[in-house]
């Protein structure tokens, strides 16, 4: 491996930084699944247990490595991760070591946000931020103190649902 590779996190969210509820996503917005799919591909995810489980499938031309204490608590999914770590650092690592690619993903959940930022690991956020409170149980941390700044921004409006794309780095 020459470079270290970028670690980035994409997520949506809503205006209270709600990312999920019951397991599931808040909402599905066609702009935003395209563009997770445009820039995910090609390049390792990382994620918890319980978004991998979420999933219900492997999404294609992407290897997933899996945050969990119990690798066997995978065993029951007729889809397997290409890992199963103990940590997210241990998955970032495990991921720089795939050739290939520029970026890493950070992938969700709630814990594996809040632990991947509160180790500095992370070097670019991709952001879709959703107008309304949709009563999420599961949220993304503050992140406005760790010295991002907005690289880019974008407004759109489509199926209902006024949002942004923020794109920030360190």
Known sequence: MSE???????V???????????????FKI?????????LTTG?????????FESLGRLLPNRSHIVVTRDPKS???????PHDAVASVAD??????EEPGFEEVFIFGGGQIYKEALEQGLVDKMYLT??????????FFPEYEHLGFKV???ETHESDGYRYKFVDLER
């Open 30 to 38: 066609p702009e935003d699944a395209k563009r997770v799919r445009e």
């Open 43 to 51: 390049h390792p995810l990382v994620m918890g247990r319980k978004t």
């Open 91 to 96: 998955g970032i690592y495990e991921a720089q």
């Open 151 to 153: 690289t880019k921004e």
């Open 4 to 10: 270290k590779q970028k670690v980035s996190v994409i």
């Open 129 to 138: 931020i959703v107008e309304g409170d949709y009563g999420a149980d599961t």
């Open 12 to 26: 949506a969210m809503d205006e209270k930084r709600g990312i999920g509820k019951d397991q599931d996503l808040l």
């Open 74 to 80: 995978l065993n029951h999914l007729s889809y397997k």
